[in-house]
């Protein structure tokens, strides 16, 4: 649905993004994460046709962004980062508004506010002006104006900035109530969002995108971490030494805490990423004669996953499938030669 190319943005002799390239299936969600000034909302203005690119090609439903401007703009919503509102507008006017000067069937546009409405319930809004709505409602008035149309691809920028706990998992919600019939493109800070939300990932980090791929497959890559911490009473380094030898355990090491009780110990415990020591770890601890008074997994978050790759100097590099993919596409756009 939609396919990024080599897409590059360059101001001046700075450039803002560079060899972009990452697409989206039907249907699904892709989560846009990177720092502050990575390249997110540069790419994402490319996409919805406001801003021109350097080099490189992006399509959507087919069409190129570039060369088919306004059928690229009637297949798409777009909510920047500040949705546009008309704040002396009812919500039912603007919306009527939006539904004309995007082309929808006069009609069939009282139809398509009143399904648009009820999908991100704004029913018992409707009569109300946009000024006096709550930052939550009018979030939802912004994604409302850029599906009212019923685009095949939609491209939301932040679209939970500043939102409090229940606004945000109400909007969560109708965004991931739109996947399936809509694929979109989500750009966000809120890294748990993502998890919840998205069925991909890609990362950007000054200008280039550095992994592309399903949250649980980035976190398996990035599963050094992955392990136990065991808080334990007794002769903690005698536990360290048996416990480095247990299969499946990569390192053990004793961690100061000096919050802890006299003669109680922290142990942290990394094992390998296809391994499940628990069972054994608590059975050395018991056998040992030390006491455990707590024990709980640690896993990689995607927090994790995304501070490693916007601080390592080179992409993570993509797993078996992902290249398969990619020399499949690469051969079909070659016609098959060498």
Request: with cysteine.
């Amino acid at each position: 649905m939609i396919e990024v190319e080599h897409l590059s943005k360059i101001y001046g002799s700075a450039p803002a993004i560079q060899d972009v390239t990452f697409k989206v299936e039907p249907g699904e969600i892709l989560g846009f994460l990177g720092p502050n000034g990575a390249g997110k909302t540069t790419t994402m203005r490319i996409l919805a046709g406001y801003l021109p690119a350097t080099s490189g090609t992006a399509r959507i439903a087919g069409y190129d962004v570039h060369e088919n401007s306004m059928a690229i703009r009637r297949r798409i919503g777009y909510l920047p980062e500040t949705p546009p509102l008309y704040r002396e507008m009812t919500v039912e006017g603007f919306l009527h508004f939006v539904a004309r000067i995007k082309g929808v069937v006069a009609g069939d546009r009282t139809e398509r506010v009143n399904w648009t409405m009820e999908r991100c319930n704004l029913t018992q809004k409707r009569k109300i002006l946009i000024r006096k709505l709550s930052k939550g409602f009018r979030q939802r008035v912004g994604i409302a104006q850029a599906i009212v149309h019923d685009p095949p691809a939609i491209i939301l920028d932040e679209p939970t900035v500043g939102l409090d706990p229940r606004q945000i998992i109400d909007v969560r919600n109708l965004i991931k109530s739109l996947a399936g019939e809509h694929t979109i493109i989500l750009s966000t800070h809120i890294l748990p969002e993502v998890s919840m939300t998205c069925n991909r990932v890609a990362i950007i980090n000054r200008g280039r995108i550095v992994a592309t791929n399903s949250p649980e497959n980035l976190m398996a890559q990035l599963a050094g971490g992955a392990g136990y911490e065991l808080e334990v009473d007794g002769d903690a380094h005698q536990l360290q030494k048996l416990l480095q030898i247990v299969p499946g355990i990569c390192m053990v090491e004793l961690v100061k805490n000096p919050e802890l009780p006299p003669n109680r110990s922290l142990i942290r415990i990394v094992n390998a990423p296809d391994a499940e020591p628990g069972r054994d770890i608590a059975a050395v601890t018991f056998g040992a004669g030390l006491g455990i008074h707590e024990m709980r997994r640690t896993r990689v978050t995607l927090e994790d996953v995304f501070l490693e790759l916007t601080t390592r100097e080179q992409p993570l590099e993509p797993l078996d499938d992902e290249i398969e993919e990619s020399d499949v596409t690469a051969n079909a756009a070659s016609g098959g030669e060498e």
